[in-house]
Each structure stands twice: as C-alpha cells, then as structure tokens.
C-alpha cells in the first residue's frame, strides 16, 4: 500500500515537471487589456512576449505617468525565449493613445521584393490594431525618448536584444 502511494507520487511529480518545461506556444492571436493602462495584441505563436511587453509597460508608466499621445514606435526584437515559427526576431509597436499604451506584437514576413521590410510589415499591422485610436493630443516632447529609455531598460533586464525601426529599416 505504502509503495504504491510513493509510486503514484513519483510520477505525478515527473509528469508534473516534464509539463512545466514545455514552453505552451499559441496558434491564436492574443488579445491582453489591462483597461485604463495597456492593451496588448500578440500574434500567433508570440504569447511567450507578454512577460517582456508587461514589464516594458510597467516601467514607463512610473517613471512617465502617460499623458496625451505619442507616435508609434517600432522595434525589431530579439528573445532567444520567443520562438516565431522559426525566425529569430519579432516586431514590436508601441504607441500611447488617450493615456493608453498599445503593443503589437507580429512575425516578421519573409522580404521577397525591394519595397518591402520589417518597417512595413509592424507598420501595418499596428495601424489596422490601432484603427479606431487615432492620434489626437501630443504628449510632451521627451515622451519618446522615455519609451525608449523603457524599452531598453527591460530589455538590458531580461538580456534581449532590442532594434528601433526607421522608415529604411
């Protein structure tokens, strides 16, 4: 009786630890809003950015209370904890609207043509998430560098590596 009490113990303690080392990777998109505060949507297979993308909003939030609007920022990042079907790096926006930050988080697409780059690719995705948010009052003039400040500060935090997108990028 007692040996097999020990027996079943085991092996709920084995299965228990094989299930929690197998990182649970999404199909769906996911939709996270924190009202008042933030509002994240991570595309299939990016659920694992939401630790990273929470903590991005965490530090902004105490060191700029938001206020107003800033433009979208966009960023190439680099989690070797994130796996997106095999790429190396996902894209990132962020924008501030109505005191809200919004996060998109997408895969990168596969640049078949000159025209195209991971600029566009998050662009795009950001602007039809972003559709009903549009642009009104301008936060202050440091606001954006205090993003980024926020972004890298996390990033240094959990060793990813984090690039801001331009226009060219």
Not at 135 to 149: I, N, S, Y
Request: proline content about 7%; hydrophobic content about 40%; glycine content about 6%.
């Amino acid at each position: 009786m007692g040996e097999s009490l020990l027996l079943i113990t085991i092996i709920t303690l084995v299965v228990l630890t094989i299930r929690r080392a197998k990182p649970v990777v999404l199909e769906n998109p996911v939709i996270i809003q924190r009202p008042g505060q933030y509002h994240i949507t991570l595309a299939p297979q990016l659920n694992r950015a939401q630790t990273f993308i929470e903590q991005i909003a965490k530090q902004f939030t105490q060191a700029h209370p938001p206020q107003g609007d800033l433009h979208t920022q966009y960023f190439e990042v680099r989690d070797p904890k994130v796996f997106s079907r095999g790429e190396s790096a996902y894209l990132l926006a962020i924008a501030l609207r109505g005191g809200v930050l919004y996060f998109q988080a997408v895969n990168p697409k596969p640049l078949l043509h000159d025209a195209d780059s991971h600029y566009k690719t998050v662009r795009e995705f950001s602007e039809s998430v972003l559709l009903h948010h549009p642009f009104t009052a301008p936060a202050d003039e440091l606001g954006p560098e205090k993003l980024r400040a926020a972004v890298d500060t996390i990033a240094g935090q959990f060793q990813i590596a984090v690039k801001a997108l331009q226009t060219g990028d």
